[in-house]
């Protein structure tokens, strides 16, 4: 009987240590800045808000992440802004240049016909902060290997 409860516990403990070890894989096990999402290994997104970017764009630097924003489409580029307002007023300093990805054709496509060519959306791809894109200085970041998960 006690050989049993040992083997039952033992179970237990590497069960849980098993747990452990997906959560390092995956990140930092922050669960406070990520809610990780995805079917495919290898395109795992942090799902955050804009605003957790905004506040942090450290830690999010050169990682895939999940964010709703408001894109706009104009001459080839597309930009989001984490708000309409931030949109109307065009805040350069709070967005991000969509770079390029299998749903960045996509997601021209469906902004095209939107009042304005503007839209919320939600996206995945791999922020990077501005330094990265002499291209873009005055914007925030960039937002590469675009996905467009939702309309």
């Not at 905004?54 to 984490?82: C, H, K, Q």
């Not at 109307?88 to 902004?111: C, N, P």
Request: proline content about 4%.
């Amino acid at each position: 009987m006690i050989r049993w409860a040992v083997i039952a516990f033992a179970f237990v403990l590497s069960a849980c240590s098993g747990q452990a070890d997906s959560e390092q894989i995956l990140g930092d096990g922050d669960e406070s800045k990520c809610a990780y999402v995805g079917n495919d290994p290898s395109r795992i997104h942090c799902a955050t808000t804009y605003i957790q970017v905004l506040a942090d764009p450290n830690f999010y630097d050169g990682r895939r992440i999940m964010i709703t924003a408001w894109a706009v489409s104009n001459e080839g580029m597309v930009v989001i802004f984490p708000n309409e307002d931030s949109m109307l007023t065009v805040e350069t300093h709070a967005s991000m240049r969509v770079k390029d990805g299998e749903g960045f054709g996509e997601l021209e496509q469906y902004l095209e016909p939107m009042k304005y060519g503007a839209s919320r959306v939600m996206l995945g791809g791999i922020f990077h902060m501005r330094s990265r894109d002499p291209d873009q200085p005055r914007r925030f970041g960039t937002l590469s290997d675009v996905e467009l998960m939702r309309r």
